[in-house]
Each structure stands twice: as C-alpha cells, then as structure tokens.
C-alpha cells in the first residue's frame, strides 16, 4: 500500500493545504506556468505573489517563482479565503468520545467547506476550537438544517463509520413544523421519483423507478385563533436523495416552514438568519461498527415555529 504523503504545510484556520500532483507530460517550462493553466481562476498575479512569499511548496520547500517543471511531482498551498459573514450562532457538543464527536448544529451553517462557505462550517470551526485538525464528518447536514450531526476523531476509524451510511445502516428521524391540514391523509409514505442535476439548485420529481421514500407523521398540532394552524411533524427517510424531505412535504401541499427553495425559489442574503429552516436532524440510531453497541443520539434543539407560534403561524 502507498504511502500517503504527509502535507509539509500544518493546517490554517482549520483547513489543510491544498495538495496538486502535476501531470507526467513536461509541457510547462516553469512551475510557475503550469500554476497559472492549473488554476485558471486565480489571478497569475496572485500566483506571482504567492510564490515569492513562499508560500507554495513542495517536498523539498517552497518552490521558486522560475523553478524549472518537474512532472509527477506535488505541490502544498493554501487558499486564500474569501469574505464570510460570521454565522452567529453555537454548536452544542451532544457526545465526545476517543472515536466520535456528536454534535447539534445550528441552522445556517454549512456541515463541510464548499464554495461560498469556508471558514463558517460546522467541520472548520470544531478543528479548530476543539484543536481536532483530523476531524472528519461521518455524513453531512444542509446547511439549512439543523441538529445531529457525526464527526469521526480518528482518521483509521473514518471508513467504518462513513460505510454506515452509505449502507443505509443508520435509523434517521427529522422533526419539521408545516402548516397543519387536517384533510391531509396521514401518516402515510411518500414515494417518488427524485433528481437534482449539477448547477441546478433545487431538486426535482420526475417520471420514473422510485428513488425516494419518506415516512410522514403528524406528532401533534396547534390551532390558535388569530394565528393559523400548524403541525409538528415526524419525517422517517428510507432513502437520502437531496432535499428529499423538503420535497415530499412541499408535495403534499405542506411545505416546510422558512424553505426558501420548495415550492418556490426565493433568493435571499446568505447572511439574512430572521427564518430559518424548520427541519431539524432529531435522532440518529446504529450499531457501532466498532464497539458492536447500540448508539442513539438525539438533538435538544426546539425548532423556533413551535416555540415562537405566533410569530411563524400567520
């Protein structure tokens, strides 16, 4: 088995350097050009930069602005970051153990960097305040979701627990507060047909072999004159297609309360925290792979809808 190589760069802000292997076929002159086609949107200006602040490095140190080519050879740096709004609010550590970090995460914040979203993610920022630089999500959350949400701790117990849920060998339940119908038949399981392509944002329901399978329950309700009616809902997924659950409610004409996406595409400020998402992660159940206990974990979160009625019911 390789060897992998360890980055000669120690994290930053809770991130790892970024690591390139450069292409076998000697078509660059420089390092420093095969930088530039590499990385079409950075500025070759700021490549310049980076080089003379050594920042860029290879196994042997940082590399020289005319360092000649050197094929199936890697490269360490990392990027800059962009302008994040601060997300102004907690994770509440649920279960902390030699193997497992569980957590309750917040609304807003995104579960891994991706895109827009860096530094304000629930992964970067539990390196960094809990000083856990392997720390790695066992599976992920919306950022629009809140509640339980696994790390593994060590990097050799990664697999067996990732393998979890792939398998779909991990019992889930969401809560979710929606308008309430009282014509609506229920419970019942929602099935469908679910697609989400690449650069679209929201997903769709299509034609076609069920892909999708939610189990919805009515918990209780509440219905208050001068405020409307809402209902607290349990949403059981059998299977984990992308806003699967968002989806299925808005399908039964009860979309989820703050969903800015389903049934219709609302566009907002990435920094606008006034009405969040009300789906909340709840539960989370399985047989340790490595223990062979059973584990259950449960989020201490009450979506905002429930218990600020008034303000949502309208």
């Not at 970051?81 to 970090?101: K, M, Q, S, W, Y």
């Not at 979701?145 to 990664?158: N, Q, S, Y």
């Not at 679910?194 to 069920?210: D, Q, T």
Request: aromatic residues 6%; glycine residues 4%.
């Amino acid at each position: 088995m390789r060897r992998k190589l360890r980055s000669p760069l120690p994290p930053r802000h809770g991130l790892d350097a970024v690591r390139l292997r450069t292409p076998a076929e000697a078509s660059w002159a420089t390092m420093r050009d095969h930088l530039v086609e590499r990385l079409p949107r950075v500025d070759p200006a700021r490549i310049d930069a980076m080089l003379r602040e050594e920042r860029i490095v290879g196994l042997d140190g940082p590399i020289a602005h005319d360092a000649p080519y050197v094929p199936e050879s890697f490269l360490w740096f990392h990027r800059d970051l962009p302008d994040e709004a601060p997300v102004p609010f907690g994770i509440t550590v649920i279960h902390r153990d030699d193997t497992l970090l569980v957590v309750d995460k917040p609304h807003f914040l995104a579960t891994i960097p991706r895109g827009r979203h860096i530094v304000e993610t629930a992964l970067v920022r539990l390196r960094r305040v809990l000083d856990l630089p392997a720390l790695s999500p066992a599976h992920r959350l919306d950022r629009a979701t809140a509640g339980v949400l696994m790390f593994v701790v060590r990097p050799e117990m990664r697999g067996a627990y990732q393998t979890l849920f792939r398998d779909r060998r991990v019992r889930k339940t969401y809560e979710a507060i929606a308008r309430h119908d009282p014509e609506l038949e229920l419970p019942r399981t929602v099935r469908s047909r679910i697609v989400k392509e690449r650069g679209v944002i929201c997903a769709a329901e299509v034609p076609g072999p069920v892909n999708a399978e939610t189990r919805v329950e009515v918990l209780e309700h509440r219905d208050e004159p001068g405020t409307g009616a809402l209902a607290r809902y349990r949403l059981t997924p059998e299977t984990g297609r992308t806003h699967q659950l968002r989806v299925h409610m808005a399908r039964l004409g009860v979309p989820i309360l703050g969903d800015d996406l389903y049934p219709v595409l609302t566009e907002k400020p990435l920094d606008d925290y006034s009405r969040p998402l009300q789906l909340l992660a709840k539960t989370l159940e399985f047989r340790d792979p490595v223990t062979g206990e059973e584990r259950h974990f449960h989020s201490r979160t009450t979506l905002q809808a429930w218990s600020d009625h008034a303000a949502w019911a309208a």
